[in-house]
């Protein structure tokens, strides 16, 4: 067996995978990533991407690990990242941006994007879109994530970490057996944790996007609906783009944009945004969110033969991004202790 092989295998290039990866070469470990679709083909390309424990099971290492990827975003936020554009929306790869979140009810709980430093304020009624009965001004790290996904890769690539694309493995056995001297699998497959390991926990929680020109909009808008959590509609501005949405589909795991869906959700956003009945329709998202009693975060020692431990990190909902840092950490922490 070539001496090459790396001290841990990570499947899966999303955002947990990369900034996983990232954590654990920066941490001095050698590291090969796996997996079999590219960044860009990921439901982490698909995201909005707003920071915010959203569609998650929330035990108690959920509010840490948000805690920490929001200092951590909020740091590549300031001061170099964002530039004026045309549309004079911020551009970069992650903003600090303000917006509103509205619900349906009245006297709704506050929205999940609200934390200490968000300056959450109530909108007066006359500041209420229509359709909606409570509404709050407030500001959050908002991603763009093609750009944030060629980051974590080129980060990660910096620190000396291997990347490659492969066929999709069938059990975690036989991604173990890639690199055969490799002592720590970290599983970050998203969705695909459900064949995989298998694990049939993990539901899929379609989310359709639409992405458009960005006629001006500088401020982002969440509208939900506690009742129903299929009655979503955002809006993301990404300088030149506005990314429009959107979905939450349980149980439907179809990648095919639907056309109809699209102009739902045009229709939607152009209520909350007249300007966007100008916009050119630029392309169609569709990522499955994998969603999870609770995200699935701890070593497993899955083979007493080859002596492999498995770190599993994967299940994190409408949340993968919000999660992502703290996540890394615990993994790296676990990888780390089962290399001792
Ligand atoms: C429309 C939409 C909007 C969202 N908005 C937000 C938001 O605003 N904020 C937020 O925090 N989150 C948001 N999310 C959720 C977030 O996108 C997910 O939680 C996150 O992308 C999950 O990342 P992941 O890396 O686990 O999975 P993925 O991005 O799906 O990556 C999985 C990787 O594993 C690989 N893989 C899987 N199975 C196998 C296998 N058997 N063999 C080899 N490789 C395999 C895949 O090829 C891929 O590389 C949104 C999601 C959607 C769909």
Redesign the pocket.
């Known amino acids: 067996m070539p001496h090459t092989d790396p001290d841990v295998l990570v499947?899966?290039?999303?955002?947990?995978?990369?900034t996983t990866a990232t954590c654990l070469a920066e941490a001095g470990l050698r590291v090969r990533v796996?997996?079999?679709?590219?960044?860009e083909?990921?439901?982490?390309?698909?995201?909005?991407?707003?920071?915010?424990p959203?569609l998650v099971g929330m035990d108690d290492r959920v509010a840490r690990w948000g805690k920490t990827t929001l200092q951590q975003l909020t740091e590549f936020a300031t001061p170099a990242h964002p530039r004026p554009t045309a549309a004079g929306a911020p551009k970069g790869m992650v903003h600090i941006a303000s917006g509103v979140a509205a619900k349906r009810a009245a006297a709704a709980p506050t929205p999940e994007l609200a934390t200490d430093g968000s300056g959450l304020t109530q909108c007066p009624p006359d500041e209420i879109p229509d359709g909606y009965r409570t509404a709050w001004r407030l500001s959050a790290p908002l991603?763009a994530m093609p750009e944030y996904l060629d980051y974590l890769r080129e980060r990660y690539g910096r620190a000396g970490g291997e990347l490659s694309f492969?066929p999709?493995?069938?059990t975690l056995h036989e991604?173990s057996r890639l690199s055969p001297r490799t002592r720590v699998l970290v599983n970050?497959?998203?969705?695909?944790?459900r064949?995989?390991v298998p694990d049939t926990d993990v539901t899929p929680?379609?989310?359709?996007?639409v992405v458009a020109t960005n006629p001006g909009i500088t401020e982002f808008f969440v509208g939900t609906n506690d009742a129903d959590p299929r009655d979503l509609t955002y809006l993301f501005p990404h300088g030149d783009t506005v990314l429009l949405?959107?979905?939450e589909e349980r149980g439907n795991a179809s990648r095919e944009p639907d056309p109809a869906t699209a102009a739902r959700i045009l229709a939607a956003c152009s209520a909350i945004r007249p300007e966007l009945r100008e916009a050119r329709v630029l392309g169609h998202?569709?990522?499955?969110?994998?969603a999870r009693r609770f995200v699935r975060l701890e070593a497993e020692q899955a083979d007493e033969a080859d002596g492999v431990t498995i770190v599993h990190?994967?299940g994190?909902?409408?949340?993968?991004?919000?999660?992502s840092w703290g996540c890394a950490q615990d993994v790296t922490e676990l990888a780390l202790a089962a290399l001792r």
């Open positions: 499947v899966g290039a999303g955002v947990i995978g990369l796996a997996a079999a679709e590219p960044p083909q990921t439901t982490s390309f698909v995201a909005g991407a707003i920071w915010g959203h991603v492969v999709k493995f069938a991604a970050c497959t998203g969705y695909g944790a064949d995989l929680v379609r989310g359709q996007a949405g959107g979905t998202r569709v990522g499955l969110r994998p990190n994967y994190h909902g409408g949340a993968g991004v919000t999660l």
